[in-house]
């Protein structure tokens, strides 16, 4: 198999595991969760504490959509608003501990594939695996920094 489809099919069968993994646990244990509430609760976190405008912007919806949203996930308590430490005119959101409950082990995910990997290759082999990841972070997804985020950093 070719590299290009060898990076298709991680892709593809990462997407669907996300996605089975989502439904499966909304349609089990949280009814009180759409779809779209759920993936709206990964973008917070996945942003890592956000503000509403941050989380619009990333969405590219409205400011007044995304302050619908945020106010129906603190109404089910699974995110809340703190004010900034660094600027306290500004509100985070931030998940709640019902929120960790709900998510488990997900935030986990990278540290059971590694386990699964380390199981299957040589230390060497693993250094370079490391290698590429590197490269693939810094080149292909290279977190892209907030203002805020880069003036936290100074």
Known sequence: MKTKNKLDCIYKNFKLMVYQNVFKHLNKDEKELSSSEYFCL???????????????????????????????????GYIKKERSKRDAREYRIVPTEK?????????????????????????????????????LIEKVFKPKKSKRRKAEQK
């Open 99 to 135: 929120f960790y409950e709900f998510y488990g082990n997900k935030a986990n995910y990278g540290e059971v594939i590694l386990n699964s990997i380390e199981k299957s290759l040589e230390k060497d082999d693993v250094k370079k695996m490391d290698k590429v990841l590197d490269v």
């Open 42 to 76: 990964e973008c917070i976190y996945l942003l890592d504490n956000p503000t509403i405008s941050e989380f619009a912007s990333f969405l590219d919806i409205s400011s007044p959509n995304a302050t619908y949203k945020v106010k129906q996930l603190i109404k089910k």
